[in-house]
Each structure stands twice: as structure tokens, then as C-alpha cells.
């Protein structure tokens, strides 16, 4: 069965950075996109950025452009959110999400998601 | 952004009756291959969003057929024909027709 694990979640200081993994199984990881979505406490979904099955193509969310990366290794079934510059509002729960394709069309499982608190 | 609003915001619903849930979209989300990119997600509370319908109106696997989803390009709703309590909890609608990829603001299904 699919599983997707979260981890590198933490407690930062703003401007500091973090990285977030995902490491999946139950599929064939190379031949899936994957994002990463977030939920800050309390509020609704955001996503964040999208990686495709190859790695060639990436996008990210306004807030997030510039200061994070997403990446992945498909030898190491890994999926990355390297997140630098961190402010208080990138607080939240994030969760990687496979894409039912290679490319944008649409998120079928999740995982169960990594807390990241930015806070001095 | 094609920014995606859904109503409403909550709705308490009595069990064993009907609960209906609008998504509307800035822009059409129908693409040229014929298939409209709106995604139906269910998150329980303490829980990760699972996935509801694809494609505007396909069943997830393992999701009861009381629930049904349809929409034209702009318009889509969510329906479910008789309410359960395990039915609770955050419903949203998303898009990926385009990035960013944007979702609903989610709507709060409770048990009256």
C-alpha cells in the first residue's frame, strides 16, 4: 500500500532554515509528481510546491518562492522541502501528497505530516 | 490564481439527511482534454485529507455511494444523500489545473 512519512519537522528561530523528508513507498516513485501542502494551526489548506515525477519541473506558492526548494532522489524513494528564511507564518503541519500522475493531476494520498513551528 | 470559494462555510446537519456543499471556481477549470481538474477532499478531525472524488465527479475508492459530486467548468457541488457521524469534518474542493494549485476555504460538516 502506498505510505508517505513525513519527517524534519521542528521548532526554529525565524531566518533560520529546515529541511523537511518524505519518504514513500508502495508505488513506483518514479513515475509520480509529489507535493508538499501545509496547514497552518487552526486555518485551511496551502500548497506549497510540486515536483514532477523526474524532477524537471518545479513550482511553488508565492509565499514561498525564493526561500524554499523542493528536490528528490528517486534512488532513495525521497521526496525534499529545503526551507530557508523562515518566518513565523510558515508555521504549520506539512504534509507530502503524491500525485496521481506525473504531472498535476491530482493528489490521491497523503501523509500524515510534520509540524514545523517558527518562533524566537 | 484561479481562486476556488466554497459555501458554506459550516453546515449541522441531522443524521440520515441530505448535505450539499458549493465550490466555484474564478475560472473555468475544463481543459482542452476534456476532463475539469476539481478535487474533492474529506479531513477528519486529527486525520490527513483523504481523497473524496477526482476529475470533477470520480469516486475515490472505498468512498460510500452516498456521496455523489458534479459540476460544469465553474460550478461544482458535492453532495451527500444521507448524512453519517463518521461523516464529519472539513470538506474541501481543490484545483489543479493550473499553478498554483489553490483550494477552497473548506467547509465544516457537523452532526446536529
Known amino acids: 500500500q502506498v505510505q508517505l512519512v513525513e519527517s524534519g519537522g521542528g521548532v526554529v528561530q525565524p531566518g533560520r532554515s529546515l529541511r523537511l523528508s518524505c519518504a514513500a513507498s508502495g508505488f513506483t516513485f518514479s513515475s509520480s509528481g509529489l507535493h508538499w501542502v501545509r496547514q497552518a494551526p487552526g486555518k485551511g489548506l496551502e500548497w506549497v510546491a510540486v515536483?514532477?515525477?523526474?524532477?524537471?519541473?518545479?513550482y511553488y506558492a508565492d509565499s514561498v518562492k525564493g526561500r524554499f526548494t523542493i528536490s528528490r532522489d528517486n534512488s532513495k524513494n525521497t521526496v525534499y522541502l529545503q526551507m530557508n528564511s523562515l518566518r513565523t507564518e510558515d508555521t504549520a503541519l506539512y504534509y507530502c501528497a503524491r500525485d496521481r500522475g506525473r504531472w498535476l493531476q491530482y493528489l490521491d494520498y497523503w501523509g500524515q505530516g510534520t509540524l514545523v513551528t517558527v518562533s524566537s | 490564481e484561479i481562486v476556488m470559494t466554497q459555501s458554506p462555510l459550516s453546515l449541522a446537519v441531522t443524521p440520515g439527511e441530505p448535505a450539499s456543499i458549493s465550490c466555484r471556481s474564478s475560472q473555468s477549470l475544463l481543459q482542452s482534454n476534456g476532463h475539469k481538474y476539481l478535487h474533492w477532499y474529506l479531513q477528519r478531525p486529527g486525520q490527513s485529507p483523504q481523497l473524496l472524488f477526482y476529475l470533477s465527479s470520480n469516486r475515490a475508492s472505498g468512498v460510500p455511494d452516498r456521496f455523489s459530486a458534479s459540476g460544469s467548468g465553474t460550478h461544482f457541488t458535492l453532495q451527500i444523500s444521507r448524512v453519517e457521524a463518521e461523516d464529519v469534518g472539513l470538506y474541501y474542493c481543490?484545483?489543479?489545473?493550473?499553478?498554483?494549485?489553490?483550494f477552497g476555504g473548506g467547509t465544516k460538516v457537523e452532526i446536529k
Open positions: 481543490m484545483q489543479t489545473l493550473q499553478t498554483p494549485l489553490t
Open positions: 515536483i514532477s515525477y523526474d524532477g524537471s519541473k518545479k
